[in-house]
């Protein structure tokens, strides 16, 4: 009985101890790369479509805009993505955002660009770059096959 006793008490301890330890700090890092990059406008063009997305202000943003204007054929997966990889390695600080949206510009790892055509839960984590401002015919324009996509500051 004892015994029992003494193990039910080191899981407790060891639970309050846990739980008091957690705190913001512990947040995903999507918190800090919320807030939209100043002259953070970007135009991606597929084909002869032309869209707006906003850069969010964080490293990993501002290391892609650095690397503008940038011509690439990117590939398609799952029929909701495009993505690239780069041949280097582009700071990335990943979390679990829980759910993609459609037009969301994502770096996979530290080196796949994807770029979202659709909305849908995920338990895989990526550093958010930014988003489509309009994604009105994103879908159509990017296709279900590989396309060339130009990405250019505005």
Do not use: W
């Not at 943003?61 to 940038?70: G, R």
């Not at 969301?104 to 995920?122: A, E, I, R």
């Amino acid at each position: 009985m004892k015994h029992s006793l003494l193990i039910i008490l080191t899981f407790v301890s060891v639970l309050f101890s846990s739980a008091s330890t957690c705190n913001k700090e512990d947040e995903p890092a999507a918190i800090e790369n919320s807030t939209p990059m100043t002259n953070g406008k970007i135009k991606i063009t597929v084909n002869s479509k032309i869209f707006t997305a906003t850069l969010l202000d964080n490293n990993s943003a501002k290391v892609f805009k650095e690397m503008l204007p940038l011509k690439i054929n990117m590939n398609e997966l799952n029929g909701n993505e495009k993505y690239y990889d780069f041949t280097n390695n582009l700071p990335a600080n990943a979390s679990n955002l829980g759910t993609i949206k459609n037009g969301d510009l994502m770096l996979y790892g530290s080196k796949t660009l994807v770029l979202f055509y659709q909305s849908f839960s995920t338990s895989y984590s990526y550093t958010k770059l930014g988003s489509v401002d309009d994604t009105t015919g994103l879908a159509t324009a990017l296709g279900s096959r590989k396309v060339t996509i130009t990405f250019e500051v505005t």
